[in-house]
């Protein structure tokens, strides 16, 4: 979901806020890019909800984000994707991002660790959180559409991808 330019971008100001080494960031990058070919293994299926925000927010040059892929997935058979509304009522906010991987393992990033939770009680608070997002974009996920996803930085990747799509320079 992310471009090689995105993700060195992200690795890279992280690595300046935290103020650790350089070193392998190149390394990162390449691991991320590879991590992301299961997102078409056949089989396999995803299930992606975002806030609107983190769409529009510039956490990286313009041309940057606006070749960032993370859109590309919508229409892919083993990805259904969402987003959360600027105006959605939060049941509760996020806090942090997190991942969970099967109902097996659940992954919670914050600003100076990736914490990797398996036990009963961490699966199941994190996917009692993952329902109360998904019930706050409207209970399903589906394509962006609207005005509001037409504009701004969201807006121009939807563009980007449909053009790519349609072999277009868009």
């Known amino acids: 979901m992310q471009t090689a330019d995105y993700a060195r971008h992200v690795f890279t100001a992280s690595t300046a806020f935290r103020q650790i080494p350089t070193a392998g960031i190149e390394d990162s990058v390449r691991a991320r890019l590879r991590r992301q070919a299961a997102l078409c293994e056949p089989g396999r299926s995803f ?98 559409t609207g005005r509001r996803m037409r504009t701004g930085m969201a807006g121009q990747i939807l563009s980007w991808v449909t053009s790519c799509r349609e072999g277009t320079d868009g």
């Open 47 to 144: 299930r992606i909800l975002i806030w609107e925000g983190a769409l529009s927010a510039l956490t990286c040059p313009r041309e940057v984000m606006a070749a960032h892929r993370l859109v590309s997935v919508i229409g892919i058979d083993t990805v259904e994707f969402g987003i959360i509304p600027f105006y959605a009522q939060l049941c509760r906010s996020p806090g942090n991002g997190f991942w969970i991987y099967d109902r097996r393992l659940v992954i919670v990033e914050t600003l100076s660790t990736e914490m990797w939770l398996d036990d009963e009680e961490n699966l199941a608070l994190y996917d009692r959180a993952w329902g109360w997002l998904a019930d706050s974009g409207h209970g399903r996920l589906s394509r962006p």
